[in-house]
């Protein structure tokens, strides 16, 4: 079998890490047999510089050809900040309906968690968060800008079809996974009545009609950002918007050893699905061989599991974890050894 991957470098260190990655994929493929086709695409803040392009209609058609995409960063110094990540980023989520973001949160052997007392058995589960609606589709608007009087309104929008579409995807990845077979609700129902009334009904008709294997739990996301760090293993697999998504994963990411070692998923399950670290562009360490490349490469891993190649995936993740007993530290410049030296190690261990 052959796929076609689409390559994003991006910005800063992403070209550095995404090179780590596709070194990984390499020996992946020749280990497990399979055949793959790459396409680099220049969306960088370099690029819209010169050329003022972006992410355009074309190119949005062309990568609904490919079986996947292989993100490495979005942010430029340079450009002011919201054009890329609405240029790039939320434009190709949204355009080609990647309306699941999958967030692993796992903690391997040997590294660091600030979370006292908490290790590998208690911090692995995952957030499914709603990827394409709630306060980041761009509803809204001004009146009497600029004045004393000025009034800002940013709407939340929730779709019956997206909520379910999500809430269906946490249910089967769950019973999938088959760990705990518990799927947890984080929301604001004792505030946010009218979105999260929506959330919870369908929450619970589903889970009732079609899941009744699965336990089904809720938590108020401020509940949820303290459990995090007193009681993560509370948690197996975790549904929510949007907005709440994007606040308790970064959490999720601190908690298993930073941004060095998140990896993250934008899926669409019937399409084209995109796969990119967690961390920024981080241009201060752009050519200096420092950054941790470990969130690339497992972003690599998600991206072979999706394709179908499970036992590729798996062989990435333990190379990782071999990897990883060897770095005292999973901080840029502080791991032992060089951003290349990471990505040969993983290499060695598959």
Partial sequence: ????????????????????????????????????????????????LKTGKLVDDQDIEELKTYDAIYLGAVGDPGVKPGILEH????????????????RPVVLYPNVYTPIKDKGPAEIDFVVVRENTEGLYVGTGGYLRKGTPDEVATQVSVNTR??????????????RKRNK???????????????????????????????????????????????????NPEWFDVIVTDNMFGDIITDLGAMIQ???GIAAGGNINPEGVSMFEPIGGSAPKYTGKNVINPLAAIGAMQLLLAELGEEKAAADVEGAIIK????????????????????????????
């Fill in 180 to 230: 705990r077979k518990q799927l947890t609700l984080v929301g604001k129902t004792n505030v946010l009545t009218y979105a999260w009334d929506l959330w919870e009904r369908a929450f619970h008709e589903i889970g009732a009609k079609d899941f009744p294997d699965i336990k089904r739990e809720y938590a108020h996301v401020d509940a949820t950002c303290m459990w995090f760090v007193k």
């Fill in 1 to 48: 079998m052959s796929h076609k991957i689409a390559v994003i470098g991006g910005d800063g260190t992403g070209p550095e890490v995404v090179a780590e990655g596709l070194k990984v994929l390499k020996a992946a493929a020749q280990k497990h047999k399979f055949q793959y086709q790459l396409k680099e695409f220049d969306f960088s803040g370099q690029r819209y």
């Fill in 323 to 350: 990897t990883v007993a060897k770095m005292p530290s999973m901080a840029a410049g502080k791991m032992g050894m060089g951003t290349t030296e990471v990505g040969d190690s993983v290499v060695s261990n598959i």
């Fill in 87 to 102: 240029g790039v980023l939320l434009r190709l989520r949204f355009a080609l309906d990647q309306y699941i973001n999958l």
């Fill in 257 to 259: 050893g930073g941004m």
């Fill in 161 to 174: 079809k997206g909520v379910e579409r999500c809430l269906r995807y946490a249910f089967e990845y769950t």
